[in-house]
T-cell receptor, first 114, second 117 residues
Framework: AQSVTQPDIHITVSEGASLELRCNYSYGATPYLFWYVQSPGQGLQLLLKYFSGDTLVQGIKGFEAEFKRSQSSFNLRKPSVHWSDAAEYFCAVGANNAGNMLTFGGGTRLMVKP | AAGVIQSPRHLIKEKRETATLKCYPIPRHDTVYWYQQGPGQDPQFLISFYEKMQSDKGSIPDRFSAQQFSDYHSELNMSSLELGDSALYFC????????????????FGAGSRLTVL
């Protein structure tokens, strides 16, 4: 069974600073990887996804993520954080044989200092 | 663009009561998924339906049931509610187009927040 670990429960960065949110997955085959963002009281919005091909994927709102098979990681990055990026970020893995059932990590809450 | 519609957005019930949540998927999407997100928790998969048939089952309590109707909307029925059922319930939809593939992307609704008193 697949699993996802997000080691950082909370992260605080200053506005304009760079950001990296960590995600490690466990899955026996090539995973399908996703990053979702959830603002308070809101639903889950897809930021980006990795299925195959180029291991550096670009998403919405200036986010990108890099798939590193050797490290079983799919870290999310943004070069310059905006105050509106404050939210909860979830990494998720989907398996081809699981009918698109996603397994989520525990989430990382991002706070942005002015 | 049309999104996944969930209703009601907020629901307050007493213990041992029954609640029904509804989900209207994106038009032409054939698959619906239900997730439960407890306070401070990550979303947990409950159940999914493909073409009106149950396709996967996760950690859904026996007190809960769900179905997908001919118009592809889905309902999650929860009976004998317990305090621990208080959570945000997400519905998501995708288009599997006749076969399972990890390349499909789930689109989530805004969620229905259930509070059990």
């Amino acid at each position: 069974a697949q699993s996802v670990t997000q080691p950082d429960i909370h992260i605080t960065v200053s506005e304009g600073a760079s950001l990296e949110l960590r995600c490690n997955y466990s899955y026996g085959a090539t995973p399908y990887l996703f990053w979702y963002v959830q603002s308070p009281g809101q639903g889950l919005q897809l930021l980006l996804k990795y299925f195959s091909g180029d291991t550096l994927v670009q998403g919405i709102k200036g986010f990108e993520a890099e798939f590193k098979r050797s490290q079983s990681s799919f870290n999310l990055r943004k070069p310059s954080v905006h105050w509106s990026d404050a939210a909860e970020y979830f990494c998720a893995v989907g398996a081809n044989n699981a009918g698109n059932m996603l397994t989520f990590g525990g989430g990382t809450r991002l706070m942005v200092k002015p | 663009a049309a999104g996944v519609i969930q209703s009601p957005r907020h629901l307050i019930k007493e213990k041992r009561e029954t609640a029904t949540l509804k989900c209207y998927p994106i038009p032409r999407h054939d698959t619906v998924y239900w997730y439960q997100q407890g306070p401070g928790q990550d979303p947990q998969f409950l159940i999914s339906f493909y073409e009106k048939m149950q396709s996967d089952k996760g950690s859904i309590p026996d007190r809960f049931s769900a179905q997908q109707f001919s118009d592809y909307h889905s309902e999650l029925n929860m009976s004998s509610l317990e305090l621990g059922d208080s959570a945000l319930y997400f519905c998501a939809s995708s288009l599997l187009a006749g076969g399972f593939s990890g390349a499909n992307v789930l689109t989530f609704g805004a969620g229905s927040r259930l509070t059990v008193l």
